[in-house]
């Protein structure tokens, strides 16, 4: 009996015994039926899927595009699903490139630098039950060794480690998670080859995962995560989980303690950057899995309605339905800026300068939310320069304003600083004062800062002369706010002399005439960069 137990929770059947799965009927959908636009079809795909049929192949746009095209969205993302192997489909594009462990597939590569559009071209893959694959003792962390030489492995759990077995394609349509990801488009004939009712469940609005919905999800936990994003993508358009798909969910979460660290940023990024982060959050308020997924996402789903991080997060899904670039540096600093700003204030309350309590607060907000996940690289570093910016917003006399606008850095810098004036942390005038100098000319900019510089004058000649105090060791004042008396000039990152910081016998400045920062401006929004 309890062996019996055992491995039905394999998805094992004893010998001799073994269920055929349902592998499901062709049907061939056509346009009048399915009403696709073919207008909304990236040429790339078609060209890439024209590419494999002129060379003897199967080949069709598959997954989620053939699902957006089948509710009249333009995908953002084309994959093609083909019975060549990964090594023919590479032979046959100029740019293309195996990538993967776990599931082998191509990137065919059109285009170069930011404006580069990936084609992700998968080989049909074949069924194969947990009792066919090869048991390994470990799971998703199992090194690359151990796995050498495997095609189809499962850890003791029954998570699939390698899936490189190819096959038909009615095998490679059981093989996917939701019937409405398993649909395959031909561009060239506009047929739609469905197996498991995907287009009925398209026009019913239902969310259905193929097979056992707790069997998928002890195959690959991520597709918990998964469930959550099409839930929250396509809620708008009237989607929802099926029952059965929704109730194991919440007992499934618990397979995520097994997924690598770095998988599982991945995912979150996915849930937050994809134009439906503040949908994501609360569908999973809704279903239960609020906590518990993955420690940072926990952190942004706690402070989601927050004026400062709801302010971040919808105007990341703006910039992602507008077609602009996001980076998962400018969304996080968003969310973890209180721990900074707390601790930075913690800091100066015990007399410590201002700039290293920055920097230590800093780096303690990484050592507990980030980790070592991100590798402390690009991300982290955009994240420190944003965050070390902030104070220096205040400085608006001498040369510190004509270098700033000239870092790398200052657009998403200054459109952090402009969330926190729209959130009532700091003041508008400020916010407003550096949008207009980012724009402005080198003469313009000049007379800006001078008149900055006349009016914190006559702010120290209006105020009332009483006896001299002893100045005191220490600046103790608070987090600066955005005030226009606010004077970083004892601090490392601002060269300005003592006559500049005090207005007193300007000196001679130095003419800026690059004029990058003013012509890059209108670039702002939440991320002006790709990641």
Known sequence: MIKKFIDKLLGKSPAGTSKKPQFGKRVEIPVSVHGIDPSLVDERAINVVRTLKQAGFEAYVVGGAVRDLLVGLRPKDFDVATNATPEQVKGLFRRAFIIGRRFRIVHVVYGRGREHEVIEVSTFRAYLDNAAAEQVAG????????????????????????????????????????????????????????????????????LRMIGDAATRYREDPVR???????????????????????????????????????????????????????????????????????????????????????????????????????????????????????????????????????????????????????????????????????????????????????????????????????????????????????MASDEVRQDMVDQVRAEQQQQRKQAPKGPRAAKPARDPRPIPTGSQSGDESSEPEFPESAADSTGDAPRKRRRRRRGGAARGAGEGGSAPSAE
């Open 139 to 206: 799971n998703e962390r199992t090194s690359k060794s151990e796995l050498a030489g495997m095609k189809h492995a499962v850890d003791s759990t029954g998570r699939v480690l390698r899936d490189n077995v190819w096959g038909p394609q009615e095998e490679d349509a059981v093989r996917r998670d939701f019937t409405i990801n398993a649909m395959y488009y031909d561009p060239e004939t506009q047929i739609v080859v469905d197996y498991h009712n995907g287009l009925k469940d398209s026009k019913s609005r239902t």
């Open 224 to 438: 918990i995560i998964r469930a959550v994003r099409f839930a929250a993508k396509l809620s708008p358009l009237g989607f929802k989980l099926e029952p059965k798909t929704a109730g194991p969910l919440v007992k499934s979460q618990k397979l995520l303690n097994d997924v690598p660290q770095s998988r599982l940023f991945d995912e979150m990024l996915k849930l937050l950057q994809t134009g439906h982060a503040l949908a994501s959050i609360e569908q999973l308020k809704v279903l239960g899995l609020a906590t518990g997924i993955y420690p940072l996402l926990d952190v942004v789903v706690e402070r989601g309605e927050q004026p400062f991080v709801a302010a971040a997060l919808k105007d990341t899904d703006r910039r992602v339905g507008e077609g602009k670039p996001v980076a998962p540096s400018f969304l996080l600093a968003c969310v973890l800026w209180a721990d900074v700003r707390d601790g930075w204030a913690q800091r100066l309350k015990s007399g410590q300068h201002s700039h290293p309590a920055l920097q230590d607060a800093i780096e303690d907000v990484f050592n507990a939310r980030i980790g070592d996940v991100s590798g402390r690289g690009k991300l982290a570093g955009d994240m420190r320069e944003i965050w070390l910016m902030q104070p220096r917003f205040d400085k608006r006399v001498g040369s510190t304003p004509f270098g700033m606008v000239e870092q790398p850095r200052f657009r998403a810098s200054f459109d952090f600083m402009r969330l926190r004036a729209d959130a009532g942390e700091i003041d508008e005038t400020l916010a407003d004062w550096w949008q207009e100098f980012s």
